[in-house]
């Protein structure tokens, strides 16, 4: 199925706020879409701003999720890169598995690579898996302020 770009956004805006309402998490939206994040997640008396990323798996079979946008004005491409203290949680909802995986961006620099299938020379030192990000202790992880440790 083919999507443009806004619609695969809410799409995964809304995988995402099923994924956490399936765990338990009360769901708040803000009211612009101005916001440096796209829900809050609440559980437990604690707030986490959660900001979703749509992506699709490249030919390597990895998610790559870059800490900034980019946007066109009169005088060209612009990026702007993700002010990390507005956001507590990154969400990446990929298509291919129809999973959400969470982490910290604080945990990491500009970008990070999710693998999703296994390396061809079966690496697994200093790999970043994605299952290890949707599955296991996600609640307590959401309300804890680290998500993923390398």
Known sequence: MKHHTKSKGDLGVLKAQVDLYEKGFMILLPHTEHAPFDLVGYKDQIFKRVQVKYRNLNKKGILEVRFSSSY????????????????????????????????????????ISLRVDTPKNNQMQNVKFAKKLSRGSLTRKLVTTQLYTT
């Open 72 to 111: 066109s004005t009169s005088q060209g491409v612009m990026t702007k890169f993700v002010d990390k203290c507005e956001i507590d949680i990154y969400c990446v909802y990929c298509p291919q598995t129809d999973e959400c995986y969470y982490f910290n961006p604080k945990s990491f620099q500009k970008s």
